[in-house]
């Protein structure tokens, strides 16, 4: 079987949740199916850090082309290659294609349906279209958790719900429950000014989805009490970020408040696991990745709760009602002031992340690529 996969995704500059998923399943794709081959097109070039492994039965195709490239470049050359299946791990895919083609669309959420005013009004059209289409089009869809497929349900209620299956993300086991050197940890503690077990922490984009700007409040509710306590938002604006920065920028505790930027992958195990807790204000998420790395370092997690944050946290995670700062720090509070709450989100955790991999979802992604022969 011949199963083409639109990876496009990893040639931009920003990293993201769809971007992670995508990459992992490369990852995996190769080494679990032996017998398939993979069609893996992209345009130009792979960002670095989102460059997927080789494996004998990958053939990468790089097709340049900055016009429409799912609708033009993309749809040619799936005509000339005749997969049998596409995967199309983003909300889109080409209107031209063989009528025996089967389509598989991974579905990551639909916050752009529910908080429209979230994004820009070129942003938001884009959007609406291009994953209507999908989901109408679609044979097959992949949902990141049972509160996308909800969604789903909810607004395409024309879809069947067999049509859907739930495939939670994972995680990067060998980079977040693997030994750090303390001269490592030490290293790039220093860098940002940092001590050990005395700061919060934030992994994700900046923009308004995030409600950093609850978080932003609570930490300056219990900074007073804590005054060498730090808050660490290691991430990159990304749309809309202006009014979190200034948010950021007014603290009165501004000076101890780090955006760090973008990333490297192989500094975040350290920066988790170093961290007091790690806090995920979101307001919606279709999974909610850093929930799950946070919680293999070994760090407690506080998480809103909402959409399918519950399903990443389960019962490992201490919630708080999302747009509510003063509940937010009174979680915080314990976490800081109770160890044996601490420790506990901490065993909790470690066993709960047991449930998620990367090799898990790619397995059961695999499983959606075979269709019933057509009699």
């Not at 494996?55 to 340049?64: E, G, L, M, T």
């Not at 948010?247 to 350290?270: H, M, N, W």
């Amino acid at each position: 079987m011949k199963i083409a996969i639109h990876a496009a995704d990893l040639d931009h500059d920003r990293i993201d949740g769809a971007r992670v998923y995508l990459l992992n399943m490369l990852r995996n794709f190769g080494a679990l199916d032996r017998s398939d081959s993979f069609l893996i097109y992209h345009g130009s070039r792979f960002n670095p850090r989102l460059a997927p492994p080789t494996f004998p039965n990958y053939s990468v195709k790089s097709i340049p082309c900055a016009f429409l490239w799912t609708q033009t470049r993309l749809a040619l050359e799936l005509f000339r290659d005749a997969p049998d299946v596409l995967w199309m791990p983003v909300h889109n895919v080409p209107l031209l294609r063989r009528k025996n083609l089967k389509v598989v669309v991974t579905i990551h959420d639909l916050a752009f349906k529910i908080f429209p005013g979230y994004f820009t009004a070129k942003d938001l059209a884009k959007l609406n279209q291009l994953g209507d289409m999908a989901i109408k089009n679609a044979d097959r869809i992949i949902a990141i958790s049972h509160s996308t497929k909800n969604d789903i349900l909810r607004f395409f209620p024309q879809i069947p719900a067999e049509r859907i299956t739930v495939i939670h993300h994972g995680f990067d086991t060998e980079l977040f429950q693997k030994d750090i050197p303390s001269i490592e940890s030490e290293s790039l503690l220093k860098s940002y000014k940092l001590e050990a077990k005395n700061y919060i922490l934030y992994v994700g984009a900046i923009q308004p989805r995030k409600n950093l700007g609850v978080l932003v409040e609570a930490f300056e509710k219990i900074k007073e009490r804590n005054p060498a306590l730090k808050l660490v938002i290691a991430g990159a604006p990304a749309w809309k970020s202006e009014g979190t920065l200034r948010k950021i920028a007014a603290s009165r505790f501004s000076a101890d408040i780090i955006v760090t930027g973008t990333l490297g992958f192989e500094k975040l195990p350290a920066l988790y696991r170093s961290a007091k807790m790690f806090v995920f204000p979101a307001i919606y998420e279709g999974f909610g990745i850093p929930v799950l790395e946070a919680m293999a370092s070994g760090t407690p997690v506080v998480c809103a709760r909402n959409s399918s944050l519950t399903e990443a946290g389960g019962e490992a995670a201490l919630y708080f009602k999302t747009e509510d700062s003063a509940e937010l720090a009174l979680c915080m509070g314990r976490v800081i002031q109770d160890g044996n709450l601490a420790a506990e989100l901490v065993r909790k955790g470690l066993e709960h992340v047991k449930n998620f991999s990367w090799k898990k979802c790619a397995k059961e992604t695999l499983s959606m690529f075979t269709f019933p022969v057509q009699k």
